[in-house]
């Protein structure tokens, strides 16, 4: 990337284009959009004190040096005009084409959204950068070329927006930039992240880096020098560069609690050759020579990385019994390895380009994305799940019959599973991981076989969602109990209203006439009989609640609260009580002692006999069976104060219960909570420790009990219903 000079010129720009796109008439067209962005631009300055046209100019020459495409330049050079200036898409499409006006277009759908801080605003311009991938790649790579020419010129800025960009830029636009293969763009923004984030820690690296270079490059020369003698002498065709380790790189490790001087790869060299194999003839022969490092070496070749990364790694004790990191590559490897996705510009292949082709095809990364967007999810939701799922440490797995299979670290045999399809998901009955079966929850690791056995009888069990890593896994388990629970629900529905029909000796005939099932789908505001099946099955309504629609009867006390409840016109009142009961104004009201739920469970109401209403969480198996008498009711937000509830903490089985019991309870400062009484209860393999505790809602609970897990020793901390 060209960093000496940021004020490029047109006719540098020309030039450097010129080396690879030779149609006049598709300079002339690119001649055409920087005359449109220079008249749009006119008498705009940036933050610099430039004419605002440097700036497109030296985006479009970052996507030059990467071979882009025409329409790609002419939208890099016009991709700021609709949003700083007077122009239209509309305009662009006329004087253009509608496929460079839907390029600029999306690069100003990206920019309208600032990213200011962890807010909505913030999510939702990132969900926007993702989705945008899954309609034009191009789209992005634009975007990355304009975030590194900002980088570049980052130091007129505040230091809090530097640190903001940085951010961004490092958690978002840098693991992109790796997915599409983009190393060069990668590299530099990482680089520049670093530098304005951490820049003590940046000049800290410069300068000893500095202070090395001589003694370093005296290495890598000599190194270098006795690899050509001995390819030479083998008639191998090569060449070989000196490679910089980057900054960001350097960083990384020394985070990990490495010296500098431990850092052996910072003597590095990279060697091109003409075919894949001398790829692997070039590493024989280094191998005879100088003795390798085992646990360094990784061929990429035979097994490229998912963004098409293709190269041989292998670290050696070299001249002067210095440890060398040598790369072996073909040209095309390098060009491939250096842009990425970027490097199938031209070929086009059913209408489409390569680069095209490759994304869909060979970036699962792209896949995923379209996945989750799909989800009916928050902003926030979404962007959390995409650097969980797809931005984040990735392992390769293979299927039995060598397909590669991507992953975030961290996942199990399940996320393989509905990686592949969810039919194989939904049917898995076992898997097995390099010829041994595994437990579901086993940790996936990078270079597994993985073989999943299935059943076509076979479903999935809700215990799975805690198993599985990856949002879409979890996704896909959730949809296929939400299909299954309507199916029950709508079965159980209509059992449960025709038992009550007998019961009442009412016809069944009779009661299912047309007018009597409006009267009561427009009661209670429902869209047909299957929505009114769902609501019984559910517990929502009473099948007695339902016969009375049209049957004014006397009815039970406890009845007659469902009628109320039921069919209130949600005006809450009680506003005096922890519960509130819509459409009750006094009534008794119990926290139930079996479930202890608190302010941000989901509840449900049960009507006793003589004791008024019992409020349980809706997973509490005391109330999962019943039918009828369940109604609506919410916590009141107005109420402050702590409720009481259980929790059980396992632990590893140890000499004393002390120190343990006292990290438990030193957590209780941090997390608002008041621990009540520890009861300890010992079993063979290790001690559990029933807590109860006043918390003020279930986020607070989460806190807390997310505190005690990552302590040492605790193995499991749960809910306890009794």
């Not at 509608?98 to 909505?120: C, P, Q, Y």
């Not at 939400?482 to 209203?497: C, P, S, T, V």
Request: hydrophobic fraction near 35%; aromatic fraction near 8%; charge should be neutral.
């Amino acid at each position: 990337m060209r960093k000496d000079k940021p004020n490029i010129t047109f006719d540098e720009l020309l030039e450097k284009v010129s080396t690879y796109i030779t149609d006049e008439q598709d300079k002339k067209l690119i001649t055409k959009a920087y005359l449109f962005a220079f008249e749009k631009h006119f008498g705009q300055k940036r933050h610099t004190g430039e004419d605002y046209i440097v700036h497109p100019l030296n985006v479009a020459y970052i996507l030059a040096e990467v071979n882009a495409d025409v329409q790609t330049i002419c939208a890099s050079l016009m991709h700021d005009t609709i949003e700083e200036s007077n122009a239209t898409k509309e305009e662009i499409t006329n004087e253009f084409s509608l496929e460079i006006a839907n390029l600029v277009d999306g690069v100003t759908k990206i920019n309208r959204l600032n990213f200011t801080g962890d807010n909505e605003a913030m999510f939702a311009n990132h969900r926007k950068i993702l989705v945008g991938l899954t309609e034009d790649v191009r789209v992005i790579i634009i975007k990355l070329a304009d975030r590194l020419h900002n980088m570049r010129t980052l130091w007129i800025l505040s230091e809090q927006k530097q640190k903001e960009n940085a951010k961004e830029t490092l958690e978002i636009l840098v693991p992109i930039a790796h997915r599409l293969g983009m190393n060069k763009i990668k590299s530099e923004l990482e680089d520049l992240s670093l530098r304005y984030s951490k820049p003590d820690v940046y000049f800290s690296i410069v300068e000893k880096l500095n202070q090395s270079k001589v003694e370093r490059n005296n290495n890598v020369e000599l190194m270098k020098q006795s690899l050509i003698d001995l390819l030479n002498s083998h008639g191998i065709k090569h060449k070989i560069k000196g490679r910089a380790k980057s900054i960001y790189s350097i960083y990384k490790k020394l985070d990990t609690g490495r010296r500098f001087s431990d850092i052996y790869d910072l003597l590095a060299l990279r060697i091109f050759v003409d075919t894949e194999q001398d790829c692997y003839q070039t590493l024989g022969i280094i191998h005879s020579k100088y003795r390798p490092i085992p646990k360094r070496f990784k061929d990429y070749i035979a097994m490229p990385k998912e963004n098409g990364y293709q190269s041989l790694h292998t670290t050696v004790f070299g001249e002067n019994g210095q440890l060398y990191e040598i790369q072996i590559r073909t040209y095309d490897m390098d060009k491939i390895a250096e842009h990425g996705i970027a490097s199938h510009w031209s070929y086009k292949e059913k209408g489409k380009t390569m680069m095209q082709s490759a994304m869909e095809e060979k970036l699962q990364f792209f896949r995923s994305i379209i996945e989750l967007s799909r989800q009916d999810e928050s902003d926030e939701v979404f962007i959390n799940n995409v650097k969980e799922d797809v931005l984040k440490n990735i392992i390769y797995v293979f299927t039995p019959k060598g397909d590669v299979i991507e992953l975030p670290l961290g996942s199990t045999p399940i996320d393989f599973a509905y990686r592949v399809h969810s039919k194989v998901g939904d049917s898995m009955v076992g898997a097995i991981v390099n010829g041994n079966i595994v437990p579901l929850d086993y940790k996936l690791q990078d270079n597994d076989i993985v073989k999943i056995n299935t059943n076509k009888t076979s479903t999935p069990s809700r215990e799975w969602i805690n198993m599985a890593y990856t949002a879409q896994a979890k996704n896909k388990i959730k949809a296929f109990f939400n299909r299954i629970d309507k199916e029950e629900n709508i079965k159980k529905g209509e059992e449960l209203l025709l038992k009550e029909l007998r019961k009442k000796k009412i016809s069944s005939q009779e009661f299912y006439k047309d007018e009597n099932i409006d009267k009561i789908l427009d009661e209670l505001k429902l869209v047909d009989l299957t929505e009114l099946y769902i609501n019984i099955g559910n517990g929502k309504y009473s099948p007695t609640t339902i016969i009375n629609i049209l049957d004014n009867e006397n009815i039970s006390k406890e009845d007659y609260i469902l009628n109320k409840v039921n069919n209130s016109q949600n005006v809450k009142i009680n506003i005096k009580n922890d519960i509130i009961v819509e459409g009750i104004d006094e009534i008794k009201v119990n926290i139930a002692s079996c479930c202890k739920p608190i302010p941000g469970d989901r509840i449900v109401g049960y009507i006793t006999k003589g004791n008024g209403i019992n409020v349980h969480r809706s997973i509490c198996p005391n109330v999962s069976d019943l039918d009828e008498r369940l109604i609506d009711v919410s916590w009141n937000n107005d109420i402050d104060k702590k409720y009481l509830t259980n929790i059980l903490v396992h632990s590893l089985k140890i000499n004393s219960n002390k120190n343990i019991l006292i990290d438990i309870i030193s957590k209780t400062s941090s997390s608002d909570v008041i621990i009540q009484s520890i009861n300890t209860i010992n079993v063979q393999d290790d001690n559990t420790f029933e807590i109860s505790l006043l918390v003020k809602d279930k986020e607070k609970l989460l806190k807390f009990m997310n505190d005690l897990e990552m302590l040492e020793d605790v193995t499991k901390v749960e809910r306890l219903i009794k």
